[in-house]
């Protein structure tokens, strides 16, 4: 999986429905990678997941899906560390700035193309000795939309070289604006800025992510312009499978 074909199948919509993981198990992250999901994103901002669990991770899940490390903030080392252990790419949060993709992006080469220190570990394992002559093919750069200065300045973060795609954050960035989290909500200001999102992002060929709970807003936001969605949790599928197998005996107890 090259970082052009990953780029290119999520902006012709062959990959629409990802699962985000915050667990720390691999065999969890290997059973929702093999349930039909067309890849899986690692959080490591808000989950429980630590560096060093990045590795078995990864390994339960590429070889059914791509796997994506959302990183825990606009951290260049973050951005070179995951690529070294393997990552098809990365989702940088609070981007707040063209300097910010830019920075995130040079993370992900080596020089001359950018600021990456050379040690690529699992990637060189996984793809060769031509990673680093190959290293922009490896390294998808996806750069989160959820400030209000993102915002502002979302066409020109769309065409920094080398960026593989935007995501929209809908908690904060309908924080951001005022009306409060979106995660599946349709206030019109905060519609108004996805589809800002999603304008800026086609414009300059690349695709659009959107993470989400509920199934009727997701599909939705695809028929909306959206290119992928996260479909589903490891943390919230445990709870909501829980709950509806006790609502199911309750019921069945009450007959």
Request: glycine share 10%; no cysteine; charged share 20%.
């Amino acid at each position: 999986m090259t970082h052009a074909h990953l780029r290119e199948r999520l902006r012709r919509g062959e990959l629409r429905h990802a699962a985000w993981l915050a667990l720390r198990d691999p065999l969890a992250a290997e059973a929702i990678a093999r349930s039909g999901v067309d890849l899986v994103v690692f959080d490591r901002q808000h989950g429980a997941i630590e560096d060093g669990d990045l590795i078995g991770l990864l390994q339960a899940a590429q070889p059914f899906v791509p796997a994506l490390v959302r990183l825990a903030s606009v951290d260049p080392a973050a951005v070179t560390r995951a690529l070294d252990l393997g990552a098809d790419g990365v989702i940088v949060p609070l981007v707040g700035s063209v300097a910010d993709a830019r920075r995130a992006v040079a993370a992900a080469l080596y020089p001359p193309a950018g600021t990456r220190s050379y040690g690529p570990l699992r990637a060189a394992v996984r793809h060769g000795p031509s990673y680093r002559e190959r290293v922009a093919e490896h390294a998808l750069v996806i750069a989160m939309i959820e400030t209000t200065n993102a915002l502002a300045d979302v066409e020109a973060i769309a065409a920094v070289p080398n960026l593989g795609g935007l995501f929209v954050g809908p908690a904060d960035l309908g924080l951001a604006l005022g009306v409060g989290p979106q995660t599946d909500g349709d206030d019109p200001t905060y519609l108004a800025a996805r589809r800002r999102v999603v304008a800026a992002a086609h414009d300059h060929g690349i695709a659009v992510g959107l993470h989400g709970v509920d199934v009727e807003a997701q599909r939705a936001a695809l028929a909306d312009g959206i290119d992928w969605v996260v479909v589903a949790g490891d943390l919230p599928l445990l709870v909501t499978g829980t709950r509806e197998r006790l609502a199911a005996l309750a019921g069945a107890r009450a007959q």
